[in-house]
């Protein structure tokens, strides 16, 4: 890598248990086994004061699972292909994925990916654990591509819009969703609440409320905001501010 070009300098910010800010400048390499050829950088995890795992992944033409990830028992899991093309799929069943495709794996199943082109291949890659519900079926497999779903507007502002990536189903006790703000499009007030967001930034710029702190965010940062971290956004610059963020949902919290 060198010497640097400049003083040492960052954007990140990192409040363990409150919120994060990673840029993509800074992510270093991690070798997980049962990930070929995968340049891994984990940006969320319970060191952090994360419930889920999160990683942003960089896979090498030929890289990929060597086995199915996140077959544990009760470890459910999410990947979506941001860019480039492979294979991908639930346990080991693999079938040809393009850029946006995504694959969500119940608990105990897994899943597995591989690059078979020429190109690198950016992905995003989520454990968690999953909380059971009394009387409810476990949740099925759920491939898919966010490109081909339509938006719909977000609480009846027509610049802001919003996907959902999982069923909108009491069986899932998690989801994905993408959310886009037109230029001086926001939210429509300060959240506060009990969900926490994993949020990779897709397109655009934007400025985020976390916590009491007003911070510049861009293509390419991810963002963790746990619980009860107030939060909203705008979107700012000349395009669509745009970000896929997870959230856990459907059940009520353990005592």
């Known amino acids: 890598m060198g010497y640097p070009a400049d003083i040492l300098s960052t954007r990140a910010v990192v409040k363990h248990g409150n919120y994060a800010v990673i840029p993509p400048e800074g ?4 070798q997980i086994p049962g990930l070929e050829g995968c340049r891994v950088s984990i940006v969320a995890s319970p060191k952090m004061g994360a419930s889920f795992v999160e990683y942003l992944l960089e896979v090498a033409p030929g890289g990929g699972t060597s086995r199915p990830f996140g077959r544990e028992a009760g470890i459910e899991t999410f990947f979506a292909i941001v860019e480039g093309e492979g294979l991908l799929g639930a346990g080991e069943e693999l079938s040809p994925a393009s850029a946006g495709a995504y694959q969500y794996a ?8 591989c690059n ?9 890659l989520y454990k968690q654990r999953f909380q059971p519900a009394e009387g409810l079926a476990l949740p099925a497999a759920v491939r898919g ?12 502002m027509a610049n802001v819009w919003i996907k959902d990536l999982l069923p909108v189903s009491l069986e899932y006790d998690m989801n994905f969703h993408i959310l886009s703000f037109a230029p001086g499009g926001c939210h429509p007030f300060v959240e506060t609440h009990v969900q926490e967001h994993g949020a990779y930034v897709l397109e655009g710029e934007g400025c985020y409320l976390l916590d009491e702190d007003w911070r510049m965010i861009k293509k390419g940062d991810f963002l963790w905001f746990g619980p009860y971290v107030a939060q909203a956004a705008y979107g700012v610059g000349r395009s669509n501010f745009t970000y896929l963020y997870s959230k856990d949902c459907n059940r009520d919290p353990e005592i």
């Open 145 to 156: 591509n966010y490109e081909e779903i339509p938006y719909r507007e977000y609480d009846q």
């Open 106 to 113: 119940p608990p105990g199943t897994g899943l597995s990916f």
């Open 27 to 30: 992510l270093v390499n991690n």
């Open 116 to 124: 078979n082109g020429t190109a690198p291949m950016k992905a995003l």
